[in-house]
Structures are given as structure tokens and as C-alpha cells.
């Protein structure tokens, strides 16, 4: 299995609170993104990375902010959490642009 | 606009039986095809790529390419209960990450 891990795997917070959820890999591939997944609408893109300090946003990036200081390391953070942002959150990583995508366990996020 | 189109199913096949799951998309620029599995309460895991036309073959799994007609399928051979799980079709072309169908539910019947 690719060396991906992200943290927490759950978590509960109150609206207006900031979160934080991080992606860790071990493969040292160039490509990270984040994806949420959500019932009827399938895996959507948030934010990508295609190097430490380069990111791009997704079809779905508002409310959200990432940041890639080392190739290891992608953070998500929403900014002021909303219930319209509980979902589960992948990290998945990649060679290249065009090759397959791993992905990690899964962060459940509730907000209440 | 990018767009990976799944029929959500659910499909049921009985075991042993060839489940057939479709995926069309939108672009003509699409360059790499891929099929993940989906178990509830997991995270997606690749089990085919396909970059060129024609077959793929990888033990039960087959996955087919028509640029043409801007399709790709993945047939599942001798299907098994444990093959029960969502499948997601996932599209790029050069310089975009990975565009996601939403995904076909199949259920293998004992």
C-alpha cells in the first residue's frame, strides 16, 4: 500500500472553528490533492500540489486553504467551518499528472 | 467543462456471472483511464488503468478503451460477493488531476 497517511481520521467541531487536516506521504511523489466525497456527488477535487509551495485550486475550493511546506506535507484547512463541509476527506497522491492516484484512509468531518 | 458520467445502479449480477460497468466522458483530450473499487466506508483503490484503445486485461478484470466513442468499460469475470462495492471511473487529460464519475453500486448475488 502506498505510504499515505492522514490525521485525524475523525472529527467533531462547531461551526466557525478553524480545522486543520493533514496529509502525510512516505513515496515522495510530486503531486498531493484533496478530495471530498459527499452521497450524490461523488469524489470532487478541492485544492492540488504540484511541488512544495505550488498548489492550484479544485472545482470546489471555497472555503478551504491548503499548504505544502515540505514534499511529505499537505495540510487542508477550512478556514471557518461550516455544516455544508461535513463530508470525508481524501488526501491522494501521484507520480505524475497522468498516472494513478492512491489514496489515504479518510478523514471523517462532522460539523456541527 | 470535464465531465465522467456512471449509471449509479445499482447493478445486481448473480456469482459467477460477468458484471459490465460503463463510464463515458466528455472531453476528446482525455488521456488516462482508470477504474477504482470502493468498499463502504473505505477510500478508493485502483485496480485498472487503461491508456490506450482496445483491452486490458489483469486477471478477472478487463478494462476497455474507445476513444471514438469516448467510452471505457471494466468487465469483472466469474463475479464474487466480496466484488460487492462501488466503482468509480476517473478521467485526466494532460495538465488536470483525476475527474471522478460518481460511481456504479454493484451487488453479487450468492
Known amino acids: 500500500d502506498a505510504g499515505i497517511t492522514q490525521s485525524p481520521r475523525h472529527k467533531v467541531t462547531e461551526t466557525g472553528t478553524p480545522v486543520t487536516l493533514r496529509c502525510h506521504q512516505t513515496e515522495n511523489h510530486r503531486y498531493m490533492y484533496w478530495y471530498r466525497q459527499d452521497p450524490g456527488h461523488g469524489l470532487r477535487l478541492i485544492h492540488y500540489s504540484y511541488g512544495v509551495k505550488d498548489t492550484d485550486k479544485g472545482e470546489v475550493s471555497d472555503g478551504y486553504s491548503v499548504s505544502r511546506s515540505k514534499t511529505e506535507d499537505f495540510l487542508l484547512t477550512l478556514e471557518s467551518a461550516t455544516s455544508s463541509q461535513t463530508s470525508v476527506y481524501f488526501c491522494?497522491?501521484?507520480?505524475?499528472?497522468?498516472?494513478?492516484?492512491?489514496f489515504g484512509q479518510g478523514t471523517r468531518l462532522t460539523v456541527v | 467543462q470535464k465531465e465522467v458520467e456512471q449509471n449509479s445502479g445499482p447493478l445486481s449480477v448473480p456469482e459467477g456471472a460477468i458484471a459490465s460497468l460503463n463510464c463515458t466522458y466528455s472531453d476528446r483530450g482525455s488521456q488516462s483511464f482508470f477504474w477504482y473499487r470502493q468498499y463502504s466506508g473505505k477510500s478508493p483503490e485502483l485496480i485498472m488503468s487503461i491508456y490506450s484503445n482496445g483491452d486490458k486485461e489483469d486477471g478477472r478484470f478487463t478494462a476497455q478503451l474507445n476513444k471514438a466513442s469516448q467510452y471505457v468499460s471494466l468487465l469483472i469475470r466469474d463475479s464474487q460477493p466480496s466484488d460487492s462495492a462501488t466503482y468509480l471511473c476517473?478521467?485526466?487529460?494532460?495538465?488536470?488531476?483525476?475527474?471522478f464519475g460518481k460511481g456504479t453500486r454493484l451487488s453479487v448475488i450468492a
Open positions: 491522494a497522491i501521484s507520480e505524475t499528472q497522468n498516472t494513478e492516484a492512491f
Open positions: 476517473a478521467v485526466n487529460i494532460w495538465s488536470t488531476p483525476l475527474v
